[in-house]
């Protein structure tokens, strides 16, 4: 691995070598508020005031353009307007900075309006534009997500398509929540409050390396410049079995130096889920199927302010408040054979109920401060992080053989209370040169997680059960990281980019486990490396190459050991001694116009995942977290989107790949084998004044393998109408 980055590195050195003499003149415009200035025209003249180059600022108001040696003027215009001039004798890179220009002026009544394309692809990610699209109308975050090229979202778990785990960032903040935690706070953000959605799957050295294989980074809409807004809405979401309904608000202000963002929106819906799953024992086949029920009620809000302090000096906070109520209900029905008998001989029927509460709140401070014209900066950033959910699960249930007639009772419950304190601080330098755009920084982190749980489980009883004397346990968990990084970004001349990074951290971790009264203490140190190329021969064609490393930390409730009864034959729990595991993550993509082609190759080694245990003597199943195999995964994707008919867009994605599993773990059988599915999602305009819009998507997945587990074929339609 170390000689491929190594030989990858050496070969952009060299390249860089070859083309250092061209020339490239870049820079930056802002206005006087210091927002980036998007549209507006950069030209380039001759001596003789012959307009050469013509090229329109981005969303960040930059500009990047190659020409020849000599003399020049450069002239940045809006609506005809010149706002700044400048001549220029360009003998070797030019680093414009960042320019100032006055543009109260020339908007007058003008409203510009530009749509940004769909997808946009860059050097280290996927950009999706939701905001362009209707396939997210009335729904949430998660909705937008699973319509979001890339992403996966299968059983309320987001992943990557051809990865496996992923984090996932709120304006560039991680999220420190476990994997149904995240789900309830991504379902409680309107997707209207979305501007678009990065899939970033080799992420820059200056992100955390945790995230197994990937991130995911939703981007929030700002308030637009010298105006407010105020947006009041009403949705309706029907699903087969219930419905949601969700009232938002948002409000946005920009004036001068200060900005201002609120939302605050509420949801009160419910949803309803079938499971069925089958359990061999050597002489009984156990037939189980569920009916789940849950009612929530979500509230969630935003708010952020941004000031300029000086022109030098940006100074801002953010907070996210998350608050929800659910009651869920589970109905279990498990039917017991002998093995070659068609009837069962024993039925056990349960009923469980959960009562939760879970809740964060989460609070960002940051500095801004630019160091000179030419875009060196220094940001620093504080966080804090609090979660906390009370839940009650009681459960109760009979177990009924049928011959000769007899009948048992079982009766639990699980009271369980959890406490998250995380805090955070970084420092982000940017340093642009001639030569590259370079970044470093440092974070350091201290997490804190305290869990106690009181729980009675009767076991298999004669008679009804009345009192519940309930046994308490405690588990606490402490984690601290210290990170540094280095990064460096270039453009050449002959079409090729470069982004090389590398980051480290070191580790430390401390568990508590009252019910053995032991700790248990990790220290480990360990760099991520991470490597991005890309090619553009033309304006249609793309070639991308990437490699990256990154760790996958076991959270709270993958580590606590503190045993959950679902019923009497079926336990959850988690595993002190999980170990983190690693990922060496390889792409290449081929992008023509609408088209991208991707090839991907992934080294997973000690694996974590869920594992069903079984007690031959008791027929009880024990759900545990263990580190279980070492993967290899080889993959192709084809994406393709379809604009030609002016009434229908429609993006379309197949995607195979093959896994290879090493189990490491004697309790867990390895499965080898192909995993394949497509999707696509459409919208459609049904009036000549686009008034009136419909979505429709669909996705089909094929009989699959993954590691210890075996995926059965499955289906799924969605539509929607604005």
């Known amino acids: 691995m170390r000689k491929v980055f190594l030989s990858i590195v050496f070969i952009v050195f060299m390249l860089n070598n070859a083309v250092i003499a061209q020339i490239k003149i870049f820079g930056k415009v802002v206005a006087l508020d210091n927002l980036p200035l998007e549209y507006a025209e950069v030209i380039l003249f001759s001596e003789k005031a012959v307009p050469l180059i013509n090229r329109l600022t981005n969303e960040k108001g930059e500009f990047n353009f190659d020409y020849q040696k000599g003399i020049y003027k450069l002239e940045i215009r809006q609506f ?84 496996q785990s992923v984090r996932v960032l ?83 202000y920009s004036k001068n130096k200060l900005s201002l963002t609120s939302s605050l929106n509420y949801r009160n819906g419910g949803e309803t889920f079938y499971y069925q799953d089958y359990n061999a024992f050597p002489t009984e086949l156990w037939n189980t199927k569920q009916r789940f029920n849950r009612d929530y009620k979500r509230l969630n809000g935003v708010l952020g302010m941004q000031y300029l302090v000086t022109t030098n000096w940006n100074l801002g906070f953010q907070y996210i408040g998350n608050f929800n109520k659910t009651h869920s209900n589970r109905n279990t029905i498990s039917s017991v054979y002998e093995h070659n008998m068609n009837a069962p001989f024993n039925d056990i029927t349960s009923f469980t109920t959960a009562d939760q509460k879970p809740n964060f709140n989460s609070i960002n401070l940051f500095n801004e401060f630019k160091l000179d014209t030419t875009g060196k900066k220094i940001i620093l950033n504080l966080d804090y992080f609090k979660y906390a959910n009370n839940d009650t699960r009681p459960y109760e249930g009979t177990s009924v053989v049928k011959t000769p007639y007899a009948i048992q009772y079982f009766k639990g419950i699980n009271d369980n209370s959890q406490s998250t304190d995380n805090y955070a601080g970084k420092v982000d330098v940017e340093l642009p040169t001639k030569f590259a755009n370079w970044s470093t920084g440092a974070k350091i982190s201290f997490s804190n997680t305290t869990n106690d749980i009181a729980a009675f489980n009767s076991g298999l009883v004669n008679s009804p059960i009345a009192n519940m004397p309930q046994t308490t346990h405690k588990f606490d968990y402490h984690e601290n990281v210290q990170a540094a990084y280095l990064s460096g970004h270039k453009k050449f001349k002959n079409n090729l980019e470069a982004q090389i990074g590398l980051r480290m951290e070191a580790t430390q971790t401390k568990s508590y486990d009252g019910n053995l009264n032991q700790s248990l203490n ?9 490597v991005n190329l890309a090619y553009t021969p033309n304006g249609n064609s793309t070639y991308r190459l990437s490699y990256g490393r990154r760790i996958a930390r076991p959270n709270f ?139 429709l998507g669909f996705e089909y997945y094929f009989l699959g393998a993954y590691g210890i587990d075996k995926i059965k074929p499955f289906t799924s339609t969605s539509f929607a109408i604005q």
């Open 522 to 530: 990790t220290n480990y140190t360990k760099l991520f490396p991470t």
């Open 80 to 163: 005809r307007q010149v706002l700044f001039s400048k001549n220029l004798e360009l003998t070797s890179d030019y680093n414009a900075g960042t320019i100032t220009v006055d543009a109260t002026n020339t908007l007058g009544g003008v409203t510009i309006s530009k749509k940004k394309e769909l997808v946009e692809r860059k050097i280290d990610r996927l950009v999706f534009n939701i905001e362009n699209t209707i396939s997210a109308v009335g729904g949430d975050a998660l909705t937008a997500l699973k319509i979001t090229p890339g992403v996966l979202v299968r059983n309320e778990s987001v992943t990557i398509v051809g990865k």
């Open 557 to 695: 409730a993958e580590l606590n050991p503190n045993v959950t009864y679902v019923t009497p034959f079926l336990t959850v729990e988690g595993n002190q001694v999980l170990r983190p595991y690693f990922i060496d993550n390889f792409e290449f993509i081929y992008s023509y116009r609408k088209l991208e082609s991707k090839l991907y190759y992934s080294i997973e080694n000690d694996v974590f995942n869920q594992i069903g245990l079984p007690d031959l003597n008791t027929n009880q199943i024990r759900l545990i977290y263990k580190n279980i195999f070492n993967l290899k995964r080889y993959g192709f994707s084809e994406t393709y989107t379809f604009d030609k008919i002016k009434w229908w867009n429609s993006n379309n994605l197949f995607n195979i790949n093959y896994t290879t599993a090493q189990t490491i773990d004697l309790s867990a059988i390895a499965v080898d084998g192909f995993t394949s599915f497509v999707t696509s999602n459409n919208d459609f305009n049904l009036n000549k004044d686009k008034t009136l819009l419909f979505n």
């Open 170 to 252: 709120v304006d560039d903040k991680m999220l420190e929540l476990s994997e149904g935690d995240l789900t309830n706070f991504l379902r409680s953000i309107p997707a209207d409050n979305i501007k678009n959605i990065e899939v970033i799957t080799t992420p820059p050295a200056k992100y955390d390396a945790a995230g197994g294989s990937g991130l995911i980074n939703i981007r929030l809409k700002k308030a637009q410049t010298d105006a407010w807004s105020l947006s009041l809405g009403s949705s309706y979401l029907r699903r087969y079995d219930e419905g949601e309904a969700a009232i938002t608000s948002n409000f946005m």
